[in-house]
């Protein structure tokens, strides 16, 4: 099993440029998580789902849209990159809220 | 109040002692506490967890101590270990599908 795997690693963007974050997993779960990670700041809820076609906000979901179409896949969009989501990006899925498994992360730059 | 506030920011301590974090939230209605483990580059994992009812579990060196009605909890790593070096966050999980985490102990533990 590869567990949560994530899709790029590495990216740079220009300000304005978008892309999509892919999250996929394959332990069946129902609950799929975005955070990201800044220095001091800890991790942070950005989206969330708990199932297929369903998805919630976090705690800072500005900038950011989700889709989960498939049971495995979690996507993470940035329509229009700011400097500001320059961090790294982890994605997480649980059968059970509080076990959640990450995965390697993407780490973003916006120049 | 949907926080959890973690102290210290970062520790180091000698290889053998003891590695105390500390973590304190207001919401009485959380109601499971994990803590997960980072290393450098890697996705946090989870290390130990705990429910309100249980003031002390034990894993190994890792013990996580419960106090409900000072609404606090503390991870303790006896005997610690160059190994043992990461961050570690703790966290609690809320009447809602999703996790509220600390800000992070970066932990240093030297030969």
């Known amino acids: 099993n590869a567990g949560v795997t994530q899709t790029p690693k590495f990216r740079v963007l220009k300000t304005g440029q978008s892309m999509t974050l892919l999250c996929a997993q394959d332990m069946n779960h129902e609950y799929m998580y975005w955070y990201r990670q800044d220095p001091g700041m800890g991790l942070r809820l950005i989206h969330y789902?708990?199932?297929?076609?369903?998805?919630a906000k976090g705690e800072v979901p500005d900038g950011y849209n989700v889709s989960r179409l498939k049971k495995q896949n979690f996507l993470l969009g940035l329509e229009s990159a700011a400097p500001s989501q320059t961090s790294v990006y982890f994605c997480a899925s649980s059968a059970r809220v509080h076990e959640q498994y990450f995965g390697p992360g993407t780490r973003l730059t916006v120049t | 109040q949907q926080q959890v506030k973690q102290s210290p920011q970062s520790l180091i301590v000698q290889k053998g002692g003891i590695s105390i974090i500390n973590c304190a939230y207001e919401?009485?209605?959380?109601?499971?506490f994990p803590w997960y483990q980072q290393f450098p580059g890697k996705g946090p994992a989870l290390l130990i967890a705990i429910r309100p009812d249980v003031s002390e579990k034990k894993e190994g060196r890792f013990t996580i101590s419960f106090n409900k009605s000072a609404k606090q909890f503390s991870l303790h790593i006896m005997d610690s270990q160059p190994g043992d070096s990461a961050t570690y966050f703790c966290a609690a999980r809320g009447d809602t599908d999703k996790l509220i985490f600390g800000t992070g102990t970066r932990l240093q533990v030297f030969p």
């Open positions: 789902s708990v199932g297929e076609g369903t998805t």
């Open positions: 919401n009485t209605a959380f109601d499971y």
